[in-house]
């Protein structure tokens, strides 16, 4: 070990594809920037990954390296994140370990979210070290959004470009694969690797459980804000593709010519379709319009239709949401604070059509802007939640909880809205600029302890039962358990929102985000 500047010790390791040089920083190790395939750049582009080529000499793994081609959102200022170096070679990711070791320690694989258009492994807030701090592995992975990564030209190209739409999934699975192959190097246990996200992660989460080609490549699953009832068809990914084209202005006989289109080109032509798409969806792409294809092939099938035909039989799994969630897309837009009952009940209707009365009653209660709200936190989050642990819990150990902190940003508007579990998973709810949207003080530390311990707990154990939340019990349909985080000490409430959530019998075509 050498000495770094800023006094930090510079270690040296080698992997399979060559050696590295990451840092020391306290009790923990940190190696960034590991490149898990082949850039994804020229011949390429819009292909499935391939693996990294060996290197000689020792890489740098001190730095992040950049994260796919993104626009900036006010979502992302919101979370204490900013853009960095931005490149279609993207394909890296990050291990923080206690130490490079034969321990077998589990592994934590973290899949960020962003609507699969933006976010990376390198936001200050999926610092690993204080999970890793707790005797586990932690691993973050950058995997192609948008455009790049979920774009279905093989159809809308009439195959002279092979993406199938899925490219950004396939990508996860090479990381996995990395892990497979590499992670006992950094003191990890490859036969007990757990993938955990939250939303588009999380959906990610459910894609993997639903793919052979992931099998035997993670053994428990984490999914936060983000569940099964995901994924595209081919004709509706392939029309997402074709609208693409548009906006970038190249007709149906010149699609030769995205092989040179720009990054910055497909990121304009992105920002100007979900402008659109906010002032109406004529074109029925929908809101998250960048999603993974049913391809056939990797995503045989929607993921929720697979995890109950048993695709991941016998995988534990911890899933949740946040007991607000939609708010973090409402709090801020007067029109829908201001919504009156007419305008209410009319978007009920385009939902439900003629079991419209059926969720009417079930969301009677509160101010007509607390009601779409805990509609649409249904709808997207909470009863897919529910739906994919009935599915699972067939076969395997699965365990539900609701997480309820509130932000106390715009005077509380925000509540326990999307995202703001975050900073309590990673321990990091107080990094710059994001501890006004998660809180700070004692309670707040206190919450991140009883998150991170549940975490690594169920990581180890199969069972996030631990010594600050106490014991959680399983869910199944009987009792419905459901660990409740962030209103006071941690505890289990019985069927929560039971009325809610059998609203939604009938509407299991309407689940899941637009």
């Not at 080698?14 to 395939?37: C, H, M, N, S, Y």
């Not at 011949?43 to 626009?71: C, I, K, N, Y």
């Not at 994924?231 to 040179?260: F, N, P, Y």
């Not at 109406?280 to 999603?291: I, N, T």
Request: charged residues 20%; hydrophobic residues 40%; glycine residues 10%.
């Amino acid at each position: 070990m050498d000495r770094a500047s800023g006094g930090l010790e510079t270690v040296t390791i080698e992997t399979a594809d060559g050696w590295l040089a990451g840092q020391r920083g306290g009790d923990v190790l940190a190696f960034k920037a590991i490149p898990f395939a082949a850039p994804p750049v020229g011949p390429l582009r819009w292909r499935m990954p391939e693996p990294p080529e060996p290197w000689t000499g020792v890489r740098d793994a001190t730095h992040f390296g950049p994260m796919s081609p993104q626009a900036p959102t006010q979502i992302e200022a919101l979370l204490g994140g900013s853009l960095g170096a931005q490149s279609e070679d993207c394909l890296y990711l990050n291990v923080w370990t206690p130490g490079c070791d034969n321990a077998k320690r589990p592994v934590m694989v973290w899949i960020h979210g962003g609507a699969f258009v933006i976010g990376s492994a390198s936001q200050g807030l999926y610092n690993g070290k204080h999970l890793a701090a707790r005797d586990c592995v932690v691993v973050t992975i950058n995997y192609r959004l948008g455009a790049l990564g979920f774009l279905n030209l093989r159809d809308a190209t009439d195959g002279k470009f092979p993406a199938t739409g899925s490219e950004g999934i396939a990508d996860q699975v090479m990381a996995l694969n990395w892990v497979k192959r590499n992670i006992a190097l950094f003191g990890g246990d490859p036969d007990n690797v757990t993938v955990f996200g939250e939303s588009a992660g999380g959906m990610s989460v459910a894609c993997l459980l639903a793919m052979p080609a992931a099998r035997g490549l993670f053994h428990k699953g984490i999914m936060q804000s983000g569940s099964a009832h995901i994924g595209h068809t081919r004709e509706r990914s392939a029309r997402v593709a074709q609208v693409v084209m548009q906006k970038l202005g190249i007709a149906a006989g010149e699609v030769d010519k995205l092989a040179d289109v720009t990054p910055a080109e497909l990121i304009e032509a992105q920002v100007a379709m979900f402008a659109e798409t906010h002032e109406g969806d004529a074109k029925r792409l929908g809101e998250v319009m960048f999603q993974p294809t049913i391809d056939g092939s990797l995503i045989a099938a929607p993921p929720i239709d697979s995890i109950r035909a048993g695709s991941g039989a016998g995988i534990p799994v911890l899933a949740g949401t946040t007991k607000e969630e939609w708010k973090l897309f409402s709090a801020a837009n007067p029109r829908l604070r201001l919504m009156s009952r007419s305008k209410f009940e009319d978007r009920i209707r385009r939902i439900a059509k003629e079991d419209a009365p059926i969720l009417l009653a079930a969301y009677a209660e509160g101010t007509t802007f607390d009601r779409f709200n805990a509609v649409m936190t249904d709808k997207v989050f909470a009863v897919p939640t529910s739906r994919m642990l009935e599915a699972q819990g067939a076969s395997a150990p699965v365990y539900q909880y609701r997480f309820d902190w509130r932000s106390r940003l715009l005077g509380g508007l925000l509540g326990s809205c999307h995202a703001i579990d975050l900073g309590f998973t990673f321990g990091t709810h107080n990094v710059k600029l994001a501890g006004a949207f998660f809180g700070s003080g004692a309670t707040a530390a206190e919450l991140a302890t009883a998150v991170m311990d549940s975490w690594v707990a169920f990581a180890r154990t199969c069972n996030p039962s631990c010594h600050t939340v106490g014991e959680w019990p399983r869910y199944n349909t009987d009792t419905r358990a459901t660990m409740i985080l962030g209103d006071g000490n941690p505890h289990v409430a019985e069927r929560p929102n039971e009325a809610r959530r059998a609203a939604w019998d009938n509407l299991e075509h309407r689940l899941g985000p637009a």
